[in-house]
Nanobody
């Protein structure tokens, strides 16, 4: 069974930094695209950053130049470095990955349970 587990969330003051991690584990044959989403209370889930299997990164306009997505393919891990945090970055951050699992022998879309990020003003 495939699992995504996020960590690194917490409470930080405006202007501060946090680094989120997402580890994919289980019977994994290959990991493709990995991405971070976030969902604030009363809002829809939105895409924050993407790291494709080919190494391309994309960012939401609201986080460009402040957030950096990276990954360690050997560890099936993605990171989100968040700098210059703002109160409007407060949300639950979710990891999403496209994974070829041994159990299904096909690509599937997997989600973590999320980690809370709270930025105080």
């Amino acid at each position: 069974q495939v699992q995504l587990v996020e960590s690194g969330g917490g409470l930080v003051q405006a202007g501060g930094t946090l680094r989120l991690s997402c580890v994919a584990s289980g019977n994994i044959l290959s990991v493709g695209r990995m991405a971070w989403y976030r969902q604030a209370p009363g809002e829809q889930r939105e895409l924050v950053a993407t790291f494709t299997g080919g190494g391309t990164t994309t960012y939401a306009e609201s986080v460009k130049d402040r957030f950096t997505i990276s990954r360690d393919s050997a560890k099936n891990t993605a990171y989100l470095q968040m700098n210059s945090l703002k109160p409007e970055d407060t949300a639950v951050y979710y990891c999403n990955a496209n994974i070829w699992a041994r159990a299904t022998m096909t690509w599937g879309d997997y989600w973590g349970r999320g980690t809370q990020v709270t930025v105080s003003s």
